[in-house]
């Protein structure tokens, strides 16, 4: 899952064509920012993945985090019968967990509206991504949330293979997750981390370490 594409086919296509995931900002203005530009995921359809009913109990980054897990599990030609009655864990690294306190904020500060559901606030924890996972795919084994910003998703790796190679799983699922988040869009850019329209960190003219 990501800018360029949705599944590893969409995503190697996109890879060696040259295509750029990075665009003009749709999920929200930027006219008050330097920067206008970012790498969203604007054609996901969780609906693909997940039963309809389900998605408003679900944050955008545990529907990204299912929808990526399904992909590979059926892209690794393993069943989730081969998985049933085996040990198998789930470890998800991310940087800014889930949309859902962010878009309560956004409520409260923007809009003046102070109403949130006990259940958005009980969604919006981040260690409700791996647990999302393990309830969609009915995985009983232990599952881990690692918050370790950008290198969350080699952590993640890294906590599964451990745990193989003790012995403790048979299986693991792992990767990292994180649904673009206009929080952490403002916070780079206030530290001036951000290039001006593209990421380009071995270009000769790159600007990756300010915006324009």
Known sequence: MSSVGIGKDEF????????????????????EYRCHHAGEIKNF????????????????????????????????????????????????????????IEEAVDEWVIRGSYDMSKTKIAQSSANNIPANIALFFKIDGPNYMIPTACAAGNYAVGYGFDFIKRGDLDFAIVGGADAFSKLAFTGFQRVYAMAPEKCQPFDKKQKGDACG
């Open 45 to 100: 359809q969780p609906e693909a993945f997940i039963n309809k009913r389900k998605l408003p109990y679900l944050g955008r980054t545990s529907q990204l985090s299912i929808a990526a897990a399904d992909l590979a599990l059926k892209d690794a030609k393993f069943p989730l019968s081969k998985i049933n009655g085996h040990k198998t864990g789930i470890f998800i690294g991310t940087t800014m967990g889930e949309k859902l």
């Open 12 to 31: 190697w296509k996109s890879i060696i064509s040259g295509t750029s995931g990075i665009s003009r900002v749709s999920s929200f203005d930027t006219k």
